[in-house]
């Protein structure tokens, strides 16, 4: 399909996007081993500025260092993940907390999983699966070296496990999704809208899964880091038109969802989700909905 | 878990991991009970609670277990300057003239944690290489850099 016919998707949306836009390095301090200021201290030491991000609690862009930010004492010690902007959002909006159970159902490589298990300040636990048992390896490796010890994590399909009845506090789905070119320079190249439309319906049944596993009162978090209507608006659109929930709004930067797209009007309650987009927030593109169970 | 208490002793450490203890394969783990009763599908777990270490030949311990050993008294420690840490970390072996101080006789066939101020970068045994005496590496944690590395190469 090429680059224009997604870029003109865009510029439908509002958004005259170049294809080339890339985020900035970003790393999450692990507080489960750290604290902030010795992170900064520590990596301010080897040269490296970091600067706070105002709508995380525990991100920081990074700029400089005399080590890649992949390979030094820190990172190995485990005192920060290195996690793009965006992506620590959604965990950040699901907020959970020790003494919960909590299910991440499409966790690997686990940087949600681990960002999870420190918001629990280790406590509770949290249930993480994924059905590619190559990216359960990382995930594997990321609790290791980030010393979460409240992790159950599972090779599955998170729509067939057996949790043993578990209704769960809160539920991630960080769906799997057709991506976005920010972070991928070939994904323009591998995507098309077939992609997207099958990628919709395999987020449909987690999505149902999900609303099945959460208990009354429970709360879920589905996110994706496409920009097609297809997979976010869309969906949430699907999920509270078939399932019982109500959403509630998701404040932080970006901008609300589409009730009007691609010649679709959608419930006006779609917009108390989020859009980021790369030209607005200078990250990868994302979408973020957080849904209730009554 | 005889693998552990052979580690255990021969870093000179008491340690009782306080939980639940699991074996996936050839890892060990402890969880504590809230963790553990989330276990429904033995089958496909892959990893629970705290790593305690591998046992497929020398036992390594997990990360974990390292950290937690690192801030106690008892274990037997090397301290090394960040220069050689480094090399250490990148699974090279320690010249015992490069060793700052240690808590522990520096003796032959001893295990030792390397320590880098209060961080444990791993572990090895102190060991003769002809006329030098050196801390053979056994773990470090520059390993995480190398699955890494080994999964990105196999993707």
Not at chain 1, 38 to 64: C, K, Y
Not at chain 1, 141 to 162: H, K, P, Q, S
Not at chain 1, 277 to 290: C, I, M, N
Request: charged share 30%; proline share 3%; glycine share 12%.
């Amino acid at each position: 399909m090429g680059t224009s016919v997604f870029l003109d998707r865009y510029k439908a949306m509002g958004h005259e996007l170049r294809g080339y836009e890339r985020t900035r390095r970003a790393i999450r301090v692990n507080t489960i081993l750290a604290n902030k200021e010795e992170v900064m201290q520590r990596l301010g030491a080897r040269g490296a500025r970091l600067t706070a991000i105002s709508w995380l609690r525990d991100g920081f862009h990074i700029e400089g260092g005399e080590s890649s930010v992949g390979a030094s004492f820190e990172y190995l010690l485990g005192l920060y993940s290195i996690q793009e902007a965006a992506a620590q959002f959604p965990v950040e909006i699901l907020a959970p907390s020790g003494g919960e159970v909590v299910l991440d159902m499409c966790a690997a490589p686990g940087g949600k999983t681990t960002q999870i298990a420190a918001w629990m300040g280790n406590g509770g636990a949290v249930v993480a699966v994924d059905v590619r048992r190559d990216r359960l390896y990382a995930l594997e490796n990321n609790l290791e070296r980030t010393g979460v010890e409240n992790c159950v994590a599972y090779c599955a399909d998170a729509a067939g496990l057996d949790y043993g009845g578990t209704q769960f506090d809160r539920i991630l789905l960080d769906a799997p999704c057709s991506g976005n070119y920010v972070t991928d320079k070939d994904w323009f190249k591998k995507r098309d809208i077939g992609d997207v439309e099958k990628n919709a319906l395999e987020q449909r049944r987690l999505l149902a899964a999900a609303v099945g596993l959460l208990r009354p009162g429970g709360t879920l978090v589905y996110t994706t880091c496409s920009l097609e209507p297809e997979e976010d608006e869309f969906n949430v659109q699907w999920l509270i038109e078939n399932n019982d929930v109500r959403l509630e709004e998701v404040s932080g930067p970006g901008s609300p969802a589409f009730t009007k797209v691609l010649g679709r009007s959608l419930s006006l309650e779609v917009a108390k989700c989020r859009r980021f987009w790369p030209d607005e927030t200078g990250t990868q593109g994302f979408f973020v909905a957080k849904a209730v169970k009554p | 878990m005889r693998e552990l208490k052979d580690f255990l002793e021969a870093i000179g450490a008491a340690y009782e991991p306080n939980g639940e203890r699991l074996n996936v394969n050839d890892r060990r783990f402890v969880a504590d009970p809230e963790v553990a009763a989330q276990i429904h599908d033995r089958g496909r777990l892959v990893y629970v609670g705290r790593l305690l270490g591998r046992t497929r030949g020398e036992f390594i311990p997990g990360a974990g277990l390292l950290h937690e050993l690192g801030r106690r008294e008892g274990p037997h420690k090397v301290w090394v300057d960040e220069r050689v840490g480094w090399l250490f970390a990148c699974g090279r072996d320690v010249f015992a003239e490069s060793i700052l101080r240690s808590e522990g006789e520096l003796t032959e066939g001893t295990c030792f944690l390397v320590m880098l101020g209060g961080d444990c970068l791993g572990y090895g045994r102190l060991e003769s290489q002809g006329e030098k005496t050196i801390l053979k590496n056994i773990f470090d944690i520059g390993d995480f850099l190398r699955r890494e590395r080994g999964l990105e190469e196999n993707r």
